[in-house]
């Protein structure tokens, strides 16, 4: 178990620049989450796959964010017209599909985004 | 938005003395789980309590959970200075598609 990885673990860009974030799930997962975690405050929800299908998006994730998860493998999530309001840790988790609940969700350490 | 909130927001103990979290939430669920989070880093699941069950132990950790009141403690016995680290709750709520909702966090201090 390698556990889940996130690239780049830091991001400082323009505002108004494009940046994409990659996260590797743990490779029998075929469950993948983005959350946003700002500073003091707990994850909040972006998005979800279930392999490759993208089963739910949160009122957070405006026109400017895409994520894929183009052969149920890894995931990339990206912000188009970077703002100062994107600034914050961006954090992917992934689980299995054992059963439909009580599964725990392993996270990755994180890319933090700060935009100048 | 979150959907719970932890009590108390901030906590500092003594290295040996035992750390208690609280955490409430709103609706029903399926399961509530406490995450740990080391500065700068990511959520390590550290235990989950299915809804049918009150209490539940791993190592020096203890959880109960109170469907009727909402509520969900965590207990860490005998601390260490190792566990200085926020703390979350966060609930797989039934009528969600198993996304977490996460509360604000309890930032635990151990002094050596």
């Known amino acids: 178990d390698t556990g889940v990885s996130q690239n780049p673990r830091h991001k400082i860009t323009k505002r108004g620049q494009n940046v994409t974030f990659r996260c590797d799930p743990i490779s029998e997962h075929n469950r993948l989450y983005w959350y946003r975690q700002t500073l003091g405050q707990g994850p909040e929800f972006l998005t979800y796959?279930?392999?490759?299908?993208?089963?739910?998006k949160s009122r957070l994730l405006s026109d400017r964010f895409s994520a894929e998860r183009p052969k149920g493998s890894f995931s990339t999530l990206e912000i188009q017209r970077t703002e100062q309001g994107d600034s914050a840790m961006y954090l992917c988790?992934?689980?299995?599909?054992?059963?439909?609940?009580?599964?725990?969700?392993?996270f990755g350490d994180g890319t933090r985004l700060s935009i100048l | 938005s979150q959907q719970g909130e932890e009590d108390p927001q901030a906590l500092s103990i003594q290295e040996g003395e035992n750390a208690t979290m609280n955490c409430s939430y709103k609706t029903s669920i399926n399961n509530l789980q406490w995450y740990r989070q080391n500065s700068g880093r990511g959520l390590v699941h550290l235990i989950l309590i299915r809804s049918n069950e009150r209490e539940k132990h791993s190592g020096r950790l203890r959880v109960t959970l109170d469907t009727s009141k909402k509520s969900s403690s965590l207990l860490i016995t005998a601390s260490r200075a190792a566990d200085t680290a926020s703390y979350f709750c966060?609930?797989?709520?039934?009528?969600?598609?198993?996304?977490?909702?996460f509360g604000s966090g309890t930032r635990l201090l151990v002094r050596p």
């Open positions: 988790a992934s689980s299995p599909e054992r059963v439909r609940h009580n599964q725990p969700q392993h």
């Open positions: 796959f279930q392999n490759e299908a993208q089963l739910e």
């Open positions: 966060a609930t797989d709520r039934v009528d969600s598609s198993y996304k977490l909702i």
